[in-house]
């Protein structure tokens, strides 16, 4: 059966004003990071009457812009890795545990997953400050553990399209526990590991609450604080703001180009064995 001509006309249009939607922020972003601040003002939306490039001089000369970023990728890495293991680790639990001490342990996740996390930023900075982890960034990167949640969530979901045959099989012929999820699970749910460790480093590249509340030094600010450095009390340099906003914008397009095709992948495996 073929889809008439009239549907396929108005799904174009669809989805061609949906491209609009996402793309005119990123060409706005992009077109005002080459213009003056007057220019910027008076024409957001024009193409620039004279291109510069002294926002971008500016911003890849200061060695700030650096050190941020290689903060970024310690708390980004870490943390989703560290997000990951953990997620997955619950999911094997729950998977090999039939108790009810488990079951209350998964109805407490989900309650933690249901409760806004702004909610508790003021129990959380206390904790960090007996720790003294505050305005350090594997304080910063334990604040994002919390995001194993979500992670078990989804792990868990696809875990349980495991035939558990083949973890018996593994525990007969003698491997343990961890051996088992180490060697036969984790290959197993790689695509879904994949899948959510793409979203989980696009939320913590990104993230600018955890970073403004946890940490104070210059030195150890992330990306996104460096795009907020931009704002004064009283103005705001609008053309650098937007330089830098490009340039923390750069990884993550890359990163999303080049996984995409495992965050379709892992979605569909993910459907298709459930």
Not at 127 to 154: A, K, P, Q, R, W
Not at 191 to 205: D, H, K, N, R
Request: hydrophobic content about 55%.
């Amino acid at each position: 059966m073929t889809t008439p001509v009239w549907r396929r006309v108005a799904l174009s249009v669809v989805m061609l004003a949906l491209a609009l939607v996402i793309g005119v922020p990123l060409y706005y972003v992009l077109v005002n990071s080459f213009k003056t601040q007057a220019e910027m003002v008076t024409s957001p939306l024009a193409l620039p009457h004279q291109w510069t490039f002294d926002n971008w001089g500016d911003a890849l000369g200061d060695t700030a812009i650096y050190q941020a970023f290689g903060n970024t990728l310690y708390v980004t890495v870490l943390g989703v890795l560290l997000q990951l293991f953990v997620g997955a680790m619950a999911a094997y639990a729950m998977l090999i545990t039939h108790s009810r001490l488990a079951r209350f342990a998964a109805a407490a996740l989900l309650l933690g997953f249901m409760i806004p996390g702004q909610s508790t930023l003021i129990p959380l900075y206390r904790t960090l400050v007996g720790l003294s982890l505050v305005d350090d960034l594997n304080g910063l990167v334990l604040m994002y553990l919390g995001g194993s949640i979500f992670c078990f969530f989804l792990i868990q979901g696809y875990m349980r399209t495991i035939p558990y045959e083949v973890i018996e099989a593994a525990r007969v012929d003698g491997a343990g526990t961890f051996q088992v999820f180490w060697r036969i699970v984790l290959p197993l749910i790689r695509p879904i590991l994949v899948t959510v460790g793409v979203f989980q480093t696009m939320w913590v590249w990104n993230d600018f609450l955890l970073p403004t509340v946890f940490l104070s030094s210059p030195q150890k600010q992330t990306i996104v604080l460096q795009v907020y450095n931009a704002v004064s009390e009283f103005t705001t340099d609008w053309p650098a703001f937007m330089t830098i906003t490009v340039i923390a914008l750069i990884p993550m397009v890359v990163f999303f180009v080049f996984t995409q095709r495992h965050i379709v992948s892992g979605l569909l495996a993910g459907s298709v064995k459930g």
